[in-house]
């Protein structure tokens, strides 16, 4: 089954928690704090792969998850790093932000790779905190929580033609002439249910790949039909073969055809109209086909598209259509690009979530600290420990939430909820 798009969940490992140590050998009475790092939490990596061809993987399983980072150890030993998460999909994959819709990373090459969800960062154990003043900290880092986000995977077709036309007017045909697929071919509506890709040999090192567009029926930008769920594959090719029946041997006017298939592309993509477009008329070995023909490509030329007139059973035309395309995919600039729109940050910039963020808010009366940093902080401290205490009032104080809560109006003994904490205000 072709499955062009799935959302998934993705979570990326939480960094392991710092050791809490000290140094306990004979003749080391005075050892010192001796606890280790955590180790990072394992990222999610998504990675394109010519081996695959559809999403269908991601059908049945819809939870990605990274290993977390170990906890420290004594003898100031890291945790072990988590182990990274790779997801493989086709080439020519788009990784969407589940919500916005918009754009995160367009995996188009084969063995490209995006940190999807980057893993936390391992805690610090208490030998880090070690100061001259400071001398046995009782007290470490918690991990990071890693990344989590839920995505939306759409494969677009890395195509240089694209084959469209209503069903019955032969594409499917001249794309297994054309090249060697071997697409399902009969004589009823909608034979073909998935997008067909055909390799087109030119000559030593020169071909180009054809895809056939199923579907494309009037009402399908609307989601009439298959053709609103096979669009999005037109949007990568550089040349668009038009195929219509020129022998209206299904009972439909050739022109009027074309009409409705371009206003359909032109509703999905308006942008779908700057692609160059060639016309073929098939069929011409059906009696009455050739002498049809005269008016409808006398019509089309004066619009400006090349007209081919050709027949899949006698193969007659085949030989020039295939050449012209090739000669015009010569001038065409090969760009995969596609129409969506993309989220304001790319590469690296994709996988930071904001760490640091604080949040200092007056709701319902109630004063409220929160963020993924205070929410480190606050599980990082050992409150019965004063040191520990100490090193948490005095971060608040340089992180400027002490100023945003007084210049909020807090006054001593009023309450304040750090991460669902409550905690009581004093100077």
Request: proline content about 3%.
């Amino acid at each position: 089954m072709f499955i062009d798009s799935a959302s998934i969940f993705v979570k990326a490992g939480k960094g392991g928690n710092g050791a809490i140590s000290f140094r306990r050998e004979k003749f080391e009475p005075s050892g010192g704090p001796y606890g280790g790092d955590g180790g990072d939490g394992g990222s999610v990596i998504i990675e394109s792969s010519e081996s695959i061809r559809t999403l269908m993987d991601f059908r049945y399983k819809r939870r990605y998850i990274a290993e977390n980072g170990e906890d420290g150890k004594t003898k100031k030993q890291y945790g072990k790093k988590g182990k990274d998460l790779l997801i493989k999909v086709p080439a020519g994959t788009l990784i969407k932000d589940g919500e916005t819709k918009k754009v995160i990373a367009d995996l188009k090459e084969a063995n490209q790779r995006f940190i999807i969800a980057k893993g936390g960062k391992g805690g610090k154990g208490n030998a880090k905190f070690a100061t001259s003043t400071r001398q046995a900290p009782r007290f470490a880092e918690a991990g990071e929580k890693g990344d989590e986000k839920n995505i939306i995977l759409e494969l677009k077709l890395l195509a240089d033609v694209g084959l469209v036309g209503f069903p019955n007017v032969g594409k499917s045909t001249i794309l297994s002439i054309l090249s060697s697929a071997k697409p399902k071919i009969a004589n009823y509506p909608f034979t073909t249910l998935e997008p067909n890709l055909g390799v087109v040999y030119i000559g030593e090192g020169e071909s180009f790949v054809m895809a056939d567009i199923p579907g494309l029926i009037e009402g399908a930008a609307e989601g009439v039909g298959l053709g609103h769920d096979f669009l999005r594959h037109i949007e990568r090719t550089r040349l668009i073969v038009h195929v219509l029946d020129g022998s209206a041997s299904e009972g439909r006017d050739p022109l009027n055809d074309f009409y409705k298939i371009n206003d359909e592309l032109f509703k999905y993509n308006e942008k779908l109209s700057d692609k160059y477009q060639i016309v073929v008329l098939n069929k011409m070995d059906i009696p009455g086909a050739m002498e049809r023909s005269f008016s409808i490509e006398n019509e089309l030329k004066e619009k400006g598209f090349e007209v081919f007139k050709i027949s899949s059973v006698t193969k007659e035309g085949i030989d020039a259509l295939k050449y012209n395309i090739w000669n015009r995919l010569l001038k065409i600039e090969r760009d995969y690009k596609t129409f969506d729109e993309v989220l304001e940050f790319s590469g690296e910039e994709g996988n930071k979530n904001n760490k640091d963020d604080i949040i200092v808010k007056k709701e319902n009366e109630k004063y409220i600290v929160e963020g993924s940093f205070v929410e480190k902080l606050l599980y990082s401290t050992n409150f019965d420990d004063i040191d520990s205490l100490r090193y948490f009032q005095n971060t608040m104080r340089k992180r400027g939430i002490v100023d945003e809560l007084k210049r909020l109006g807090i006054r001593e003994n009023e309450s304040v909820f750090i991460c669902d904490h409550e905690f009581e205000f004093f100077e």
